[in-house]
């Protein structure tokens, strides 16, 4: 176009003329397209404006380094700035000398390393001076040089355990070996942190675990290193900690009002508690009072159902009329072996009891103690969050992969005869969150509000919306996010008080692993309290592939069949659904009871770790190995709770 043409056309335009349309690359302008273009009509993108989270990020919270005093015991090398490596997609070195990589990257780790004696063994194991000149610590350090590690593990294990532990080389609170170890696992958080793309937060584990009665928690920091580094770990040795859950709180309030900042505590999952991670009366000589309940439902907002210790969601004891109960169980012992299982303990370790049990807790205290969110992590002591089935890299680094490890023995006490074998250790698992940004400030919100989801491995796509006006068109809709933010809540929230004549609706959603296997159903659990005090359960399908139909007499679906082949560590997706979807009423909502939903996804079954290592290996597994796994994941509940 001429400049003479230009100056016409606009010249035109400013006094009003009319000019022909002319035509130009994006078509032909005119007056009525121009008036059109700097209006501004209501939004047609269905994507913008949008302010709720649009996609989960899976992270590990529960992750251990050679920086934690068993994990160095058991020959870890792999430090947190490795761990943050690893999971955020490099290919790392393991400590066995193995090359090792995710299928796909994380979006958020947590190094969360015992508390107690942090950063002794690198120390150890590089020959620093001041261990060195302590006796012990020469006679550990010159078996460590002589091949002898595992002698000095087990020696150093025991003196830790049973108080005989040099003091002139424990790596107490205040002392400079002990912030140094706490100084450089903050440092390898805020280096390995990039807003947007990977999360690596600050953290540890508290590790109370007198008698062998597992009660640990991890401790998750919201902050920067700027006010983490202005406290050290709370911790359990006497006489700088202790091992009652109270303490800690009263620690992380500490932290809080001492810092402005913001901490969570996520408790271990409680199969190896011997009935004490769920109280109800009382816990070390203390009742079960008003205090207790508001505080642990103020710093522990979410609870670790499944990881490489088995999966606490529930037991085949406590929900007789649910198949798939028994998944993953360990049931044998506390942590050592040293108090062998009873069925009363059952009731006090598992989630569904305790999210029970908390309903009671709240009609007697006002406030419910165990209203808490559902995760799964590692718990991995090999600085690695390698917790595919297809590329299992074990519980601590002997158990790292290897011909012998099928075979090999993880527990075994003489005294009781509790055994545990290293096949029972589970490949699980993973945090599911549901946070508008992967950042330390929004992923911790989201666990914070109890947006989240576990999932024993496979990274499936899980939504689950609670409401009173859902309606069954809701489930074809391809963005179900917007759907249930606007009708309902997500995972983790409350409904509101019943309206008259009103039962509550779920939405549900669920999108297979892109690399795993395909869906069989979407169940939603629920529990409740009667009027009696009685506490009650009931597990619903409510989505489910291909066209079963549930049995007439049992109302159960029939099993969606397997394709797994054990022998060559395979299976086909010929099988169950890519993706599931419903919209479910309770047919027996009473709105007079307080009650709790929360859903469970079940893939289709798949090859075990085991199934890999016998084909891989050339190995043949011990008489009862499971080599087969169905996995799943749990969302947090949805609450209900009559009058609010």
Do not use: C
């Not at 996609?55 to 700035?81: Q, V």
């Not at 066995?96 to 990257?105: A, D, H, Y």
């Not at 958020?108 to 000149?133: Q, R």
């Amino acid at each position: 176009m001429t400049k003479t043409l230009l100056y016409g056309t606009a010249l035109a335009s400013l006094m009003g003329f009319a000019l022909p349309a002319i035509a130009q690359d994006a078509g032909a302008l005119d007056k009525g397209k121009a008036d059109a273009a700097h209006q501004h009509p209501p939004a047609y993108s269905p994507y913008a404006e949008r302010d709720f989270p649009t996609r989960p990020f899976f992270g590990d919270t529960h992750l251990h380094t050679a920086f934690s005093m068993d994990a160095g015991a058991f020959g870890a090398k792999l430090t947190p700035r490795d761990a943050y490596r690893f999971a955020r997609g490099e290919e790392v070195t393991s400590s066995t000398g193995q090359p090792v990589k995710l299928s796909r990257p994380l979006d958020f780790l947590v190094v969360a390393d015992h508390s107690d004696n942090m950063g002794f063994f690198p120390d150890l194991f590089a020959g620093k001076p001041e261990v060195l000149a302590d006796p012990t610590g020469k006679k550990w350090y010159d078996m460590i040089q002589s091949g002898k590690g595992a002698d000095a593990a087990i020696e150093i294990i025991v003196a830790f355990s049973h108080g005989t532990f040099p003091k002139d080389i424990m790596y107490f609170p205040g002392t400079a070996a002990y912030k140094g170890a706490w100084q450089e696992t903050i440092a390898a958080a805020e280096d390995y942190n990039n807003p947007g793309l990977f999360t690596a937060f600050i953290g540890f584990e508290w590790t109370s675990n007198t008698g062998g009665n597992n009660l640990h928690r991890n401790v998750i920091f919201r902050d920067n290193g700027d006010k983490a580094s202005q406290v050290e770990p709370f911790t359990v040795y006497p006489p700088y900690g202790s091992d009652n859950p109270v303490d800690l709180w009263k620690w992380m309030g500490a932290y809080e009002q001492k810092t402005g900042g913001d901490v969570l505590a996520i408790a271990h999952n409680g199969n190896l508690s011997s009935g004490l991670m769920f109280p109800t009366v009382e816990q070390f000589g203390k009742q079960v009072d008003r205090e207790y309940v508001e505080q642990r439902a103020k710093w522990e907002r979410l609870y670790e159902t499944s990881q490489t210790k088995g999966t606490g969601e529930s037991h085949p004891l406590l929900s007789p009329n649910d198949e798939f109960a028994s998944f993953e169980i360990w049931d044998k012992g506390n942590l050592d072996g040293s108090v062998p299982k009873t069925k009363e303990m059952l009731e006090f370790e598992y989630a569904r009891s305790a999210l029970k049990n908390g309903l009671k807790l709240e009609r007697e205290l006002g406030t419910n103690p165990y209203k808490f969110g559902l995760i799964s992590s590692s718990d991995a002591h090999t600085g690695l969050t390698a917790m595919e089935e297809d590329n299992f890299f074990g519980k601590t680094t002997p158990q790292e992969p290897s011909p012998e490890r099928i075979g090999a023995t993880f527990i075994s006490n003489a005294q009781t005869g509790v055994k545990i074998m290293d096949w029972e250790v589970g490949a699980s698992g993973y945090a599911a969150v549901w946070a508008k940004d992967n950042t330390r400030a929004s992923i911790w919100d989201a666990m914070q509000r109890k947006e989240t989801y576990a999932t024993t491995g496979p990274r499936m796509l899980v939504r689950f919306f609670g409401g009173w006006e859902f309606e069954s068109k809701d489930a074809q809709n391809r963005l179900p996010g917007h759907i249930g933010y606007t009708k309902g809540v997500p995972m983790g929230g409350d409904l509101r008080a019943a309206p008259e004549g009103k039962k509550p609706t779920f939405l549900v959603a669920a999108l297979k692993d892109p690399l795993g296997a395909n869906l069989d159903r979407y169940q939603i659990v629920k529990g409740w309290l009667e009027a009696d005090g009685k506490l009650k359960e009931q597990v619903y399908d409510v989505a489910w592939s291909g066209d079963r139909k549930p049995d007439a007499g049992t109302g159960k679906l029939p099993s969606v069949g397997d394709t797994v082949d054990a022998a060559n560590a395979g299976w086909t997706n010929t099988i169950g659904s890519p993706e599931l979807s419903a919209v479910w009423e309770d047919p027996d909502f009473d709105a007079s009871q307080p009650a709790f939903y929360y859903g469970r996804v079940i893939e289709i079954p798949t090859p075990r770790w085991t199934a890999y290592d016998v084909k891989r290996f050339g190995v043949k597994a011990l008489p009862g190995t499971a080599m087969t796994i169905t996995e799943r994941a749990y969302t947090s509940p949805i609450w209900y709770t009559p009058g609010t």
